[in-house]
Nanobody, 123 residues
């Protein structure tokens, strides 16, 4: 079974940057679309971004467009989420996930999830 591991979270001041990583062991991520979701306390899990298997196409939530960039390095079997100009409302646990099919904003269709990494944006 595909196992995903996130890293790179932490505490950052507003306006700062972080880069999250999503890596897989034992299986290659190459044929999978990979999505990032986040969940803030008391809120539902929301889709942040998703990248297609080839890496040439990606989509973003309106709230992060222009600030976040998703990318993948198939040689390193890793997908990244570069987050710039972070805001307090970006504070959440960030998860990467893989669907059996294509990208979707519906978290219920994703069978494979990482354990999450905490991102806190605060001064």
């Amino acid at each position: 079974q595909l196992q995903l591991v996130e890293s790179g979270g932490g505490l950052v001041q507003p306006g700062g940057s972080l880069r999250l990583s999503c890596a897989a062991s034992r299986f290659t991520l190459t044929p999978y679309a990979i999505a990032w979701f986040r969940q803030a306390p008391g809120k539902e899990r929301e889709g942040v971004s998703c990248i297609r298997p080839g890496g040439a196409s990606a989509n973003y939530a309106d709230s992060v467009k222009g600030r976040f960039t998703i990318s993948r390095d198939n040689a390193k079997n890793t997908v990244y989420l570069q987050m710039n100009n972070l805001k307090p409302e970006d504070t959440a646990i960030y998860y990467c996930a893989a669907p059996r099919g294509g990208c979707s904003e519906n978290a219920d269709i994703y069978p494979y999830w990482g354990q999450g990494t905490q991102v806190t944006v605060s001064s």
